[in-house]
């Protein structure tokens, strides 16, 4: 039942925020934030059950809720948590609560529906974690797109409408294409048993010819793809970036491309171990190219969210990699990367928003020389860009190096060619810590340092990224007895 | 003709007697009001009549089935929310505004005869009926030279595409012997030395006339120009409630003749499909004017239609009925909300009457956008199980190629809605907003509105008792 109330009370919470801003702005923010920060505690209690008894446990799921919701078709409201997803939607709702907060002077305008829209997409991430039948996966992974087009088409800035439509189109196509993937699956499970079921447990080890599941796998993989973004698929996400606002950013870059990550961990290998297996060379092909392409891109960017949008697209490359590579050290990599790229990416994008805020403009050429007036905020700043290059004792570094590691063992061309991925990752970084705070102020901006509210945040995030460089134990325990239940996420 | 045989046919006998009832009280007194209560009244009563009704075949022509009966229910539903949307925006004019109730009543009746057809004489005495009330509707307001303009096209049309279709049956019955949809199966099934050269030409004109009433490509041309001429909720009757009509007898006729059973049928039907798919998306891109924007989306809706019609079986049936269900909820309510923009002087129609209305009317521009995703195929709304159950259909019998298209076209359509979407969320400059005066409000379209909106979410979330009864419907004609 607890797993019903992550979704519910955040749905509710939507609609009282939306109806509360009626009557002040203020309850409409407080109620967004308590709603987002309940969930954070439930999804921490379930935490802290699982570490003190999860072990025992045979079951697969930690908790589950199991109703019938479409009989005639074998749809299934199932919805289960195991270590994995537990992960995830601590990330989510951990940023949710950042996003929620970073809102709160930057979103003047439609604040009851901003809100309405920012929690109901969580709502749909969470949603995606926890599905086990693939028609509410599908329900949830779609749940997500109108709330994030209205947050980027209503509270963005110049090119909003373009960027919001492009990102409508890429999505909508590429889930569609995964709709039919999961319809082959669902009639060639009936073939094969005469049982009409959307179960993920029962579709696992659903006998298909290897033709079929290549393709099947492909209408998964492509989904997953757009939504990550991997080269060549990833043209929407600077557009969007450049257009959004901080918070959408967060969404957009942190929290979608983890749920694309999550679907292939969770989806691609298991339901097809072999197809996937043939395809890794390709897949990993392309992981290698977008991780140099974003490097290259980002490093050339005069907008600052293109820049951060770039440098995004090579780490979750990275993560594209660690999946693919086939084996556990680079999977536990992935997921290790996925959570550190959630909270780092995520921080330089307030980072940038911040600045925007302040200066009014996100050229880069126009920023230059601001550690004097703003030390605390620069210094942040600068913390993140080298979490972001790799720096060691930081969560980025523990997940590109088992990545790096984990691949060296199955292809070392490619390892060698994505470790010059983290190469690059320090030009862009250095540059733009040098470009915008470093240099002379020629303008010269006179502008105010870090606020409490931001302060509390962005130090949040950086004793959370030191915590998942110095102690990432608990992280992998919680995957690692994830996957024992789960032979199949191994593969 | 037993009482029994009368009983069965009281869905019908009711709306028939209200239709007189009204033109009677028009000629006692004229009153907007009455003539609108009555009129409420008789397609209640209709609708009620459902739920008991004795299942039966009346004569040859007639059959009244759970199939029958559940698009009974789903037309006189439609009516009903037209009927409820066309008030205020009739209040709003000038002219006798009664008959427009009556009109509205003996096309209804005419598409309930051919729901409930299983004959050739039936099939076109309906469509002809619904036909001749639709032209005077169309043109309810002939004083203008747009609704004119729309209505003689349609008359034109549809009398020659009438023309096709009792030539078309002519045919078929000069080598068949027979009107009746079951026997005409059972000779197709057991004759082998059929005369193809009068079975095919007849098959492909009764196609023409059904291909008219269903604007399907390459007969669609009428619909833009009569979808932007006809009065909105005229607009929402022909675009549900006589395209619903005609294809729950297109899939009676499939699937009893046994039509289905030809390759060649099915290959133009595939082809006509796809056409429709295409075509009514890709010109809707081209579109400013909202309602014509519609009448190309309700195009390729056609066309998905048909995509579920092939598929055909217990499948393919129940897919056919679902989605016909979701469009008639989404096409009204996006018909309500033009019906409610709607000024004295024309219809809102052009994009820039959306533009920024949310700003102005949040509530409309959420129930707007929440059909308008519902026509994409958006979750959370009857359109996205609609397509789900169409795609499901096809992939059941592995008709990718079909799927396939439907899936692009249907992301060329969802560009098309997020357009008008978009427009209502920009932010209007603030001198438009002052000058522009608010329509008069309309209580009873809100109250469609409001209602559509619940039953649009309810079909996409929690649908099991509909597809219940569906099935049981669908169930009764195979």
Known sequence: MILLWLIVVLLAGGLLAALAARSHPLFCRWIALSAVSLDLVLALVMAAQDLGFGSAGTNQWIEQVNWNWIPQSGIRFHLGLDGLSLLLILLTLFLGVVSVLISWTEITKAIGFYHLNLLWILAGIIGVFLSIDLFLFYFAWELMLVPMYFLISIWGSERRAYAAVKFFLFTQLSSLLMLIAILALYFAHHHATGVYTFEYTDLLGTPLSPHAAMWIMLGFFIAFAVKLPIFPFHTWLPDACAAASTATNLLLASLLATTAAYGMIRFLFPLFPDAARTFAPVAMTLAVVGILYGAILAFSQTDLMRLIAYASISHLSFVMLGIFAGNPLALEGAVMTVIAHGISTGALFLVAGALEGRMHTRDIGAMGGVWDTMPRLSGVALFFALASLGLPGLGDFIGEFLILLGTYRVNVAMAAVAACGVLAATFYALRFVQRVFQGPNLRPWQLPDLAFREGLVLGTMIVLLLWLGLFPEPVFQTFTQAAMHAPSLWR | ?478
Not at chain 2, 234 to 261: D, E, H, N, P, W
């Open chain 2, 1 to 478: 003709m037993t009482a029994v045989d009368l009983l069965a046919l009281l869905p019908l006998l009711l709306v028939a007697a209200t239709s007189i009832v009204v033109l009677v009280a028009v000629a006692v007194g004229r009153n907007h009001t009455v003539a609108f209560g009555l009129t409420l009244a008789g397609l209640a009563a209709g609708f009620w009549s459902t739920y008991f009704v004795p299942l039966r075949q009346v004569t040859a022509l007639l059959v009244i089935d759970r199939y029958a009966l559940f698009f009974f229910g789903l037309i006189l539903a439609a009516s009903f929310a037209v009927a409820l949307m066309a008030y205020g925006y009739l209040e709003k004019r000038e002219g006798n505004k009664e008959e427009f109730y009556i009109l509205l009543l003996v096309a209804t009746l005419g598409a309930m005869v051919l729901i409930a057809s299983s004959h050739f004489a039936t099939l076109f005495l309906g469509l002809e009926v619904l036909s001749v009330a639709l032209y005077a509707l169309i043109a309810y307001f002939g004083d203008r030279p747009l609704p004119l303009e729309a209505g003689v096209k349609y008359l034109v049309l549809a009398a020659s595409s009438s023309a096709f279709l009792v030539f078309g049956i002519a045919l078929v019955y000069a080598d068949l012997g027979t009107m009746n949809f079951i026997q005409a199966a059972h000779l197709l099934a057991t004759n082998t030395d059929l005369n193809l050269g009068l079975l095919l030409p007849g098959t492909a004109m009764i196609v023409t006339g059904i291909g008219f009433k269903l604007a399907l490509v390459p007969f669609h041309m009428w619909t833009p120009d009569v979808y932007q001429g006809a009065p909105a909720p005229v607009t929402a009757f022909v675009a549900t409630v006589s395209k619903g009509g005609m294809f729950a007898l297109l899939l009676r006729y499939f699937t009893q003749s046994g039509m289905g059973q030809f390759a060649p049928v099915l290959l133009v039907f595939s082809i006509i499909a796809v056409a429709s798919m295409f075509t009514g998306n890709l010109l809707a891109l081209f579109e400013n004017n909202v309602k014509r924007i519609l009448a190309y989306s309700s195009i390729a809706h056609m066309g998905y239609l048909l995509v579920a019609l092939e598929v055909g079986g217990a499948l393919g049936a129940s897919a056919v009925a679902f989605y016909l269900m979701a469009y008639f909820v989404m096409t009204l309510g996006a018909f309500a909300v033009v019906t409610l923009l709607s000024g004295q002087e024309r219809d809102a129609d052009q994009l820039e009457d959306y533009r920024g209305l949310f700003w102005r009317r949040p509530g409309i521009a959420l129930a707007f956008t929440a059909m308008l995703l519902s026509l994409a195929g958006i979750p959370l709304t009857a359109g996205f199980l609609g397509k789900f159950y169409i795609v499901a259909a096809g992939a059941a019998v592995g008709a990718w190629v079909l799927i396939l298209i439907l899936v692009i076209t249907s992301t060329i359509g969802l560009f098309c809605y997020l357009r008008i979407v978009t427009a209502m969320y920009q932010q209007p400059p603030a001198s438009a907003l002052a000058a522009e005066p608010l329509p008069r409000r309309a209580p009873a379209a809100i109250l469609v509105l409001a209602m559509l909106l619940v039953v649009l979410v309810w079909l996409g979330v929690y649908p099991t008792a509909f597809v219940n009864v569906i099935q049981s419907a669908t169930r009764s004609l195979i």
